[in-house]
Nanobody, 126 residues
Framework: QVQLIESGGGLVQAGGSLRLSCAAS????????MGWFRQAPGKEREIVAA????????YYLDSVKDRFTISRDVAQNTAALQMNSLKPEDTAVYYC???????????????????WGQGTQVTVSS
């Protein structure tokens, strides 16, 4: 079993930066693909960024390309989402997710993930 705990959310002004972290406990992180999702009030959950199990491939939502960066630290059993140039439309609850996988495939759908964190609120003021 894998437990995921997000941290790093908060309130920031437009143009600012935040770094979200996802700490895993339980089984090792080495063979897991990771994803970051978000859900804003009244909207459906959407994928923001994802990284393959091998760590060599990543996917980004078009609206966050060149602003957000997903990364993982296998030794520390953590994953991160660096968010720069934040916009009010980035306001949402952000969730990290994990699923077993060691290849190059990048999971971008929620149903592909087995483990989820509790979420962390990100609020960007204009």
């Amino acid at each position: 079993q894998v437990q995921l705990i997000e941290s790093g959310g908060g309130l920031v002004q437009a143009g600012g930066s935040l770094r979200l972290s996802c700490a895993a406990s339980g089984r090792t992180f080495r063979s897991y693909a990771m994803g970051w999702f978000r859900q804003a009030p009244g909207k459906e959950r959407e994928i923001v960024a994802a990284i393959s199990g091998s760590g060599g491939y990543a996917y980004y939502l078009d609206s966050v390309k060149d602003r957000f960066t997903i990364s993982r630290d296998v030794a520390q059993n953590t994953a991160a989402l660096q968010m720069n140039s934040l916009k009010p439309e980035d306001t949402a609850v952000y969730y990290c997710a994990a699923t077993e996988g060691s290849g190059s495939y990048v999971e971008i759908y929620g149903y592909e993930y087995d483990y989820w964190g509790q979420g962390t609120q990100v609020t960007v003021s204009s």
